[in-house]
């Protein structure tokens, strides 16, 4: 069994559903809010129904901020735009198992394109797709909402899917970041946090809240740290 390793939750706010006539605020605002990187959901119109930006907009984000760049692929065939991600100031790049046909050889490029390595699981995938490859990887990512759009509801089996993904983690890989994205706020982080996710992206409960930026990632805080 890996050791439990005791790791602090990091807030990772997803600038989907920022205000992108404004983005080097909104993410700098984050930044100043105390997020510890930015999510940024990259997606081609085809893995996902939805199509939001590419390289051009991570260069923006890196200008406009010294936090890790936490970038999600959720694009078919994402071996073709490692390199151009990399060269945008990418931190992490995320992607699905479902979107390339050789995984591991995708994982080693991301290796070697300089950037920490993650996978992505849709709600449907089942776990044990992991086991081969969750030794070569720093993080994993767990969908607890369908790819494409933010706001949307959290997918109640996420919560135990974590938990089984943690397990997994602990036996083959117990260094590996365990992430959450999609329907995540106030509500439930604490519960998310409980069941092994570290890293835990939040979009429309940090831009499109009541409050300011600010103000709600100081209350997801408050709540991850209820557990
Ligand atoms: C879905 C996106 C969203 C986003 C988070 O494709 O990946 O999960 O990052 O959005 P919220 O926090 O609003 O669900
Ligand atoms: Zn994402």
């Known amino acids: 069994m890996g050791s439990r390793m005791n790791r602090p939750t990091q807030i990772a706010p997803s600038i989907l559903t920022a205000d992108f006539g404004r983005l080097a605020a909104e993410v700098a605002a984050a930044e ?85 390595a993650g996978i992505a699981l849709n709600p449907a995938s089942p776990i044990e797709c992991l086991r081969e490859i969750s030794p070569f990887v720093d993080l994993v990512l767990v ?31 117990p260094t590996c970041d365990l992430e959450v994205d999609g329907g995540v706020g106030p509500h439930n982080i604490a519960d998310v946090a409980r069941n092994g996710a570290n890293v835990i992206v939040v979009g429309s409960a940090v831009y499109n809240g009541d409050g300011t930026v600010a103000e709600n990632l100081a209350l997801l805080r408050k709540a991850a740290d209820a557990r």
């Open 32 to 116: 100043a809010g105390g997020a510890d990187a930015i999510h940024l959901d990259v997606m081609d119109g085809r893995f996902a129904p939805n199509i939001t930006f590419g390289p051009a907009v991570v260069a923006a984000v890196r200008a406009a901020t010294t936090l890790p760049l936490d970038v999600h692929l959720m694009v078919e065939e994402p071996e073709r735009y490692l390199a151009a991600f990399a060269q945008a100031g990418a931190t992490g790049i995320t992607v699905h198992l479902e979107a390339t046909r050789h995984l591991h050889r995708t994982v080693q490029h991301i290796v070697e394109s300089g950037c920490r």
């Open 143 to 173: 969908m607890s909402v369908n790819p494409g759009y933010g706001g949307q509801q959290f997918i109640e089996t996420s919560t135990s899917k974590l938990r089984r993904v943690r397990k997994l983690l602990d036996e083959f890989n």
